[in-house]
């Protein structure tokens, strides 16, 4: 009889450390499930850190490039006005300067061409003399 009572508790133990060992197992797979996860989040996060820091980078340049844009453009319509202030001293520079000129007659013929003694003419002058 105790041998049969020492079998049955060699069996219950048997038991509870197969029961054991396979709870082992199976944690000490999700642990390492759960810890390759975490090293893999860890790696995706800097890498998302990595990027943000690249995009944060490309903002301020792109930043940088709109303000000095802006300073260009504020040169620009300085430039502008200059140049608009000159054009209306110009202008009313030829004003003055064309009011006090003779009016031109451009519509007149222009004089005729003469011939000078002893002066060679090509066919061409000639006719050009002739009309």
Do not use: D, W
């Given at each position: 009889m105790i041998?049969?009572?020492f079998l049955i508790l060699c069996l219950i133990l048997a038991g509870a450390t197969y029961w054991m060992y396979r709870v082992q197992a199976a944690t000490k797979g999700a642990l390492l499930a759960a810890t390759r996860k975490i090293a893999f989040d860890e790696a995706r996060l800097t890498?998302?850190?990595q990027r943000g820091q690249a995009a944060e980078r490309r903002c301020m340049q792109a930043l940088?490039?709109?303000?000095a844009a802006i300073a260009h453009a504020d040169q620009a319509m300085e430039i502008a006005g200059q140049i608009?202030?000159?054009g209306e001293q110009v202008r009313a520079i030829f004003d003055h300067v064309g009011a006090e000129l003779p009016a031109l007659d451009y519509v007149t013929a222009p004089p005729a061409l003469t011939v000078?003694?002893?002066y060679q003419t090509t066919p061409f002058h000639k006719e050009a003399l002739a009309s």
């Open positions: 041998t049969l009572v890498h998302v850190k940088a490039n709109v303000q608009e202030s000159v000078h003694p002893g």
